[in-house]
């Protein structure tokens, strides 16, 4: 049984430059979560697929962020014109509905 | 929205030691959950507890849902137990999580 995997792991990137993050989650989650942690801070909600349908977003998730789940498997998070805020770890999660969620290793995000 | 807090927020021990960690929340919830996270950034799953007490190995948790807080237990510390403690709460949907208690386990 393999947990949830992210790719890339680590990701250097310049400012104003778009960049793409991948999660697989656990095979039968039907869930699928983003979350975004800064130095020193605790993991924070960005947003949530049932399946295929995005059920919640968070206001921290601005017009420059885009997930996807197309078809209820894996989810891509897209952030375009990176700027130096975004740099943070990017962490995805797993669960059944009304269960316990599990991680993934995170991609590490760092804009010059 | 939902208010986590943990304590204390550093914690030094010596190896062979016991500790308690505290996580308070402002409002009722479905689920709560523990972590630690590794010096990697990985945040392993510890406990699934909205409400009771369980134990696995050395570490053991208690949540009291009626009085809004949750208490995680570690005996005989290791410094492999050294890295973040999480407790993290929701619904049935997103995690809020807490700020983390930092552990030192020395030799």
């Known amino acids: 049984d393999t947990g949830v995997s992210q790719d890339p792991r680590h990701k250097i990137t310049k400012r104003g430059q778009n960049v793409t993050f991948r999660c697989d989650p656990i095979?039968?989650?039907?869930?699928l979560y983003w979350y975004r942690q800064t130095l020193g801070q605790g993991p924070e909600f960005l947003t949530y697929f049932q399946n295929e349908a995005q059920l919640e977003k968070s206001r921290l998730l601005s017009d420059r962020f885009s997930a996807e789940r197309p078809k209820g498997s894996f989810s891509t998070l897209e952030i375009q014109r990176t700027e130096q805020g975004d740099s943070a770890m990017y962490l995805c999660?797993?669960?059944?509905?009304?269960?316990?969620?599990?991680f993934g290793p995170g991609t590490r995000l760092t804009v010059l | 929205g939902i208010q986590v807090e943990q304590s204390p927020p550093d914690l030094i021990l010596q190896e062979g030691a016991n500790s308690t960690l505290r996580c308070n929340f402002s409002?009722?919830?479905?689920?709560l959950q523990w972590f630690h996270q590794n010096p990697w950034g990985q945040l392993i799953n510890l406990f699934y507890i909205p409400s009771g007490t369980k134990q696995n190995g050395r570490l053991s948790a208690t949540t009291v849902a009626t009085e809004r807080y949750s208490l995680l237990y570690i005996s005989s510390s290791q410094t492999t137990d050294s890295g973040v403690y999480f407790c993290a709460v929701g619904g049935f949907q997103k995690l809020v999580f807490g700020t983390g208690t930092r552990l030192l386990v020395s030799p």
């Open positions: 409002d009722s919830v479905n689920n």
């Open positions: 999660a797993s669960s059944l509905v009304i269960d316990e969620q599990f």
């Open positions: 095979s039968e989650h039907n869930r």
